[in-house]
């Protein structure tokens, strides 16, 4: 995973990071992607607020490790053995569009040879409708690289749901269950899997009702509490929140009233919905595990500790990795964020209703329903490229 061929673009662009892998820098715990759902190993006490880590750790990666688990977040194309031995190995993945493109830019590997394959599947290419064939293309391809990966990982594997049903329950649930048919056609066990959702309202339903079968869901996209709340009650898997584009928006924008109270009480707004979500979430028995994403410095994550996940740029990984700790460091390790803390948060009754789409749709900011826009854009865009990419490369040679 610490291998790139180029720097990681925002994911609202029109190329934005190309693999998404997802690996654990600790030996000690379970990675984000595997089973069972509670895939965190190494916690201190549950029941402290603030419980102080040992002196006798070799850096900020390790001590920080020892309260959530830290989940580098690089670029990768290129063949996948050659990072066996890499500073931070990865140990699960992410395939989406974006993937996709990145795979097919660079020479020959298995990962492009099984988007080869999928464009010589039959059941595709005899679909007389081009949009229809080209999205079975998609799906295929899809699944193809996601049963590599998951042959080459240890971890589950995250597989991308098509951005442009993120409106559309049933559409979302159709889907999920035809990728589902593909990897098993693969050998590949739905217990190594997650389908990465757009956390929309009918996002949010898609996964409420594919969790009740025992399919585990990914929510995305999640910018505000309203979001977070009903992910947690639809029973979500994974709960993703980034904490870096709604401290951006706040620096840009007035008017929301969710992050403009975090502000007026001097709390970074990102930073304030994460606390809340994962207080909810432990207060209240919710099953959901909590990500932090898109975090823009070490402080960040000092104040995340005690958070399921954090996703980590490599550079601030390095960081960590290369600073030694002493006892008299100026970082006081501490978990911020705690089961015994969560029982003592307060929420407001209108915090606790039982969400439905008329209350979510009320509750949701001009910041989430913005940044929730801009990041299905960008998917959409990927969608796209991918679909007119391979429809100016097919057919394969050998086809």
Request: charge should be neutral.
């Amino acid at each position: 995973m610490s291998i790139s061929i180029g720097r990681s673009p925002s994911s609202t662009g029109l190329l934005p990071k190309v693999c998404d892998w997802r690996c654990s820098s600790r030996s000690t715990s379970t990675p984000f992607h595997q089973i069972p759902r509670t895939f965190v190993g190494v916690r201190m006490s549950a029941g402290s607020a603030s419980s102080p880590i040992g002196a006798n750790l070799s850096n900020e990666l390790d001590a920080v490790s020892g309260f959530s688990e830290i989940v580098p977040d690089t670029v990768v194309f290129d063949d996948f053995e050659r990072h066996a031995s890499c500073r931070f190995p990865p140990t699960a993945a992410t395939v989406s569009s974006s993937l996709l493109l990145g795979i097919c830019s660079l020479p020959d590997t298995k990962f492009k040879s099984a988007i080869e394959t999928a464009l010589a599947a039959s059941e595709c290419f005899g679909l007389e409708n081009s949009s229809e064939r080209l999205s079975c293309f998609l799906d295929r391809a899809l699944v193809n690289v996601g049963a590599e990966l998951v042959r080459s990982v240890p971890g589950r594997v995250s597989t991308e749901v098509d951005a442009r049903l993120a409106y559309d329950t049933q559409g979302i649930i159709h889907k999920v269950n035809q990728l589902l048919k593909l990897y098993s056609q693969l050998e590949v066990s739905p217990q190594r899997l997650l389908f990465k959702i757009p956390s929309t309202w009918q996002g949010i339903e898609a996964s409420r009702l594919l969790e009740f079968e025992g399919i585990q869901t990914h929510l995305t996209f999640v910018y505000s509490f309203s979001q977070a709340a009903a992910a947690a009650q639809a029973g979500a898997s994974v709960i993703q929140i980034f904490v870096g584009r709604i401290r951006d928006w706040a620096r840009n924008h007035s008017g929301d009233s969710e992050i403009d109270a975090a502000s007026k009480s001097g709390e970074d707004p990102g930073l304030a919905l994460v606390e809340k979500t994962y207080n909810y979430i432990h207060k209240y028995g919710h099953k959901s595990k909590l990500m932090a994403a898109a975090v823009r410095n070490k402080q960040d994550i000092f104040n995340l500790l005690g958070i399921d996940y954090i996703i980590v740029p490599v550079k601030i990984l390095e960081s960590l990795k290369d600073s030694v700790t002493y006892p008299e460091e100026k970082y006081s390790y501490f978990r911020r964020l705690s089961p015994g803390s969560a029982r003592v948060y307060n929420f407001t009754e209108g915090e606790l209703m039982k969400w439905d789409q008329r209350s979510f749709a009320s509750a949701m900011g001009p910041a989430a329903e913005e940044l929730l826009a801009a990041g299905l854009e960008g998917y959409v865009n990927q969608a796209r490229r991918v679909e007119e990419f391979f429809g100016k490369i097919w057919p394969p040679p050998n086809v």
